[in-house]
């Protein structure tokens, strides 16, 4: 039976796994032959990065790594320590080194440090004082310093399965000295699949969501399910999630696929996404991917983007679904896009090329007298196109556009 203080520690605390036999998941990573399994196993632990979403086993890992080293183990966490405890940790570390013993340091949401806490942290990963461990939900290419990033191993840790997830919680149910096992709960399978489903992929938000829902009734049910969960959707507007979200409306609209695109829509603006945001994407999207196939499309966008700026949320996502199912089904032509493109090769290749004298303002004397505007044809005096060139003479007949 639990002590009183036990139950105290949630009970995702209380099942996190102790050794690799225990942890379920990440099998790309962990399974037989892999090989973080085997420098684990080895206790040979290079400097590395964790990098995946929420209660994916970033934490627990170095848990087990913890119980497995026969060197020191210390953790920061981003969220509450400064300069002033690295220095600690590290003043540590190197009375450690002294005496030949590794020092293993575990930084939970590395991706919360500054440039500044990240570089302190260098010059005793590069001469051996510590062994870095990060663990971070955000992307590392971007939120760590590539000095630190080059110097460790980046592994990548993918949600959990549902079947990963509702093994974790039979698991639960079972265990009488760290889980749920001596408390009477009723509840079904199909209901405990449904939990699994629901906590996408999340571990500690499957286990919370089971000990709240044991607590407010023995007997679970989905109703049950549902209220414990409270479930928000996984949508960070300042994280990679949100650019893989926009990327993944772009393509679906880029692809007319309209019901895709609707739901990524749904996606951002449930996620509390600034719908000025998205309709700034529309506009470009409009002009990128539809251009001179459907000149209309901008007109919606340019429409959309001031409905939004007039009625704002939540009247406005009618009308950013209007945008986007229109975008989805016109026509689609890169051709302004990649002439674009084509033309700012060549101002970057050539440079400041000079405008041909024939088509330069004269509106001085001085000007006229060198010549500025000098045999300029006036274009609606000529029935027929009339004949001159426009460009620099180094692009003369060059063609951007089909």
């Not at 509390?272 to 251009?291: H, K, M, Q």
């Amino acid at each position: 039976m639990m002590s009183q203080k036990t139950h105290k520690i949630p009970l995702a605390d209380r099942m996190r796994p102790k050794t690799l036999e225990d942890f379920i998941g990440q099998e790309n990573l962990l399974g037989e032959g892999k090989i973080l399994r085997k420098a684990i196993e080895s206790d040979v632990i290079p400097s590395m990065i964790f990098w995946g979403p929420p209660g994916s086993g970033k934490t627990t890992i170095a848990f087990v790594i913890s119980k497995a080293t026969k060197g020191e183990f210390m953790k920061l966490s981003a969220t509450t320590s400064g300069v002033k405890d690295i220095r600690e940790k590290i003043k540590q570390a190197e009375e450690l080194s002294k005496e030949g013993k590794k020092t293993i340091m575990f930084i939970d949401e590395i991706h919360r440090f500054n440039k500044s806490q990240q570089d302190t942290l260098l010059p005793f990963i590069e001469n051996g004082t510590i062994i870095l461990i990060g663990a971070t939900t955000e992307n590392p290419s971007f939120e760590v310093n590539n000095a630190v990033l080059s110097r460790s191993r980046v592994f990548v840790l993918e949600k959990l399965s549902q079947e990963n997830i509702f093994q974790i919680l039979q698991t639960a149910l079972k265990d009488k000295e760290r889980g749920l096992g001596n408390l009477k709960i009723e509840i079904s399978e199909k209901d405990l699949q449904f939990l699994a489903e629901m906590s996408d992929g999340d571990a500690r938000v499957a286990l919370s969501a089971l000990e709240f829902a044991s607590d407010i009734n023995m007997k679970i049910d989905k109703k049950t399910i549902a209220e414990a969960l409270q479930k928000s959707l996984a949508y960070d507007k300042n994280g990679e999630e949100h650019y893989n979200i926009i990327s993944a409306l772009h393509k679906s609209m880029r692809g007319s696929d309209a019901d895709a695109s609707l739901y990524w829509l749904a996606r951002m603006l449930e996620g509390g996404e600034n719908p000025l945001y998205v309709a700034r994407r529309l506009i470009r999207f409009a002009s990128e991917d539809i251009g001179i196939a459907n000149s209309h499309a901008l007109d919606q966008a340019v429409s959309a983007y001031q409905a939004c700026h007039f009625i704002g949320m939540p009247e406005c996502s009618v009308n950013l679904a209007q945008a986007v199912v229109y975008m989805s089904k016109s026509k689609k032509s890169n051709e302004l896009y990649e002439a674009y493109g084509k033309a700012v090769e060549d101002v970057r290749k050539f440079g400041n090329l000079p405008v041909p004298m024939h088509i330069r303002n004269a509106p001085t004397k001085l000007m006229k007298d060198l010549n500025y505007g000098k045999d300029y044809k006036y274009s609606p005096d000529f029935k027929y196109e009339e004949k001159q060139e426009y460009s620099p003479k180094q692009i003369k007949n060059k063609k951007y556009l089909k």
